[in-house]
């Protein structure tokens, strides 16, 4: 087998989820949080993928950390530069929040090109992979068209991976029904413990909780 | 190259994309799902895929349709035992609102199994392809996880697609910003004419539409 892919798993240890303030206490955000957490370290390896966890605070986990305070795509592009990616030495990024992922998903990250993207729902970049050292991320706004135009920049070949699994991350009310649908792990075990169910009626699935 | 496959497309002519009437009038719905419809017809005939429509009322396309005026389920499900899907010729059912399927994506449902599911955002099922002839569907409510066990039933293997283009079907606003983002077809462009335009702020990106 292949060296583990080493791969960066941001995680935003101080203000987790806020999008789901709606539906869930700060304290419960947490808990969620590491549950996605820990679902996706647990299908990064199976996969043969080496994560380290970007916190912004250090977490008490048993995985390889780096603690950066700064905003995401300042903190990646760090660690991006410090890895100096190259096709014997890839780097993936892959978002703490994936609740669905799958190790068969993930793998579909180590597809040839020099930049591999996984598109998140709503513009984002759920997953990605790179062989070049001068490909740097921007996390803001619609960041999946920013990743192809930067690709494009430094000629690098890319490889768009169709995945719904690694598109679906849990950032809102809506997402919870997909977690709650097709999840099998952690995250989707956390939110039956925390009374969430799904409501099937007419259109969309979506969640309700009992009092 | 092999025989085509034939295809089941329903398309609710009479009342199209209810869900989408806070945005678009009637006949703009009407007229951004034709679009719709288009964008799908020449992604399933350019990946070799056979389509006839499902129409709750004539339409006057060059395709061959069937006009069936009952519900979704009850109509597919005749159009399914009329067809008598087998290994040597299956039958595919295409949602006519997948706005961003390409003939790549589409191809992925020839994959090995008795029944290859897609499912959708919100727990449903956006296409589908039987190779035995006693399955039957059921589109209420959260119909992937209603087919999984339909499959089970009849002792059907199944394969699931994981594509993320093959679940993102435009029935609410957010959707939109799903075309807008990834699109390249008649869809995409009917959405630019008709004044949208992507919002990007913080978190999702989402649509806007010109005064």
Redesign the interface.
Same mark, same amino acid.
């Given at each position: 087998m292949a060296d583990p892919t080493d791969t960066l798993v941001p995680f935003a240890a101080d203000r987790p989820k806020t999008?789901l303030s709606d539906v869930l206490s700060p304290a419960e955000r947490r808990a969620f949080a590491d549950a996605m957490l820990d679902d996706v370290l647990a299908a990064l390896s199976a996969a043969g993928f080496r994560p380290r966890l970007l916190t912004t605070e250090p977490t008490d986990r048993d995985v390889p950390e780096t603690v950066d305070e700064r905003p995401l795509s300042d903190a990646v592009n760090a660690a991006v530069a410090a890895h100096d990616p190259s096709p014997a030495a890839p780097l993936a990024v892959v978002m703490a929040d994936l609740a669905l992922a799958?190790p068969?998903?993930l793998s579909r990250l180590r597809a040839p090109g020099d930049v591999v993207l996984a598109?998140g +729902?709503?513009? =984002?970049t759920n997953a990605l992979l790179t062989r070049r050292p001068e490909f740097r991320v921007d996390y803001h706004?619609?960041s999946?068209?920013d990743h192809l135009r930067a690709a494009r920049r430094v000629d690098a070949s890319v490889r768009e991976v169709?995945?719904?699994?690694?598109?679906t991350d849990a950032?809102?009310r809506?997402d919870l029904?997909?977690v709650l649908?097709?999840g099998d792990g952690a995250a989707r075990d956390w939110l039956v413990d925390a009374g969430f169910e +799904?409501d099937? =009626?007419d259109?969309?699935?979506s969640v309700v909780r009992e009092g």
């Open positions: 999008r799958t068969r998903a598109a +729902l709503g513009g =984002g706004g619609g999946y068209l169709d995945s719904r699994l690694l598109a950032d809102e809506a029904a997909e649908s097709h +799904l099937t =009626g259109g969309r699935v």
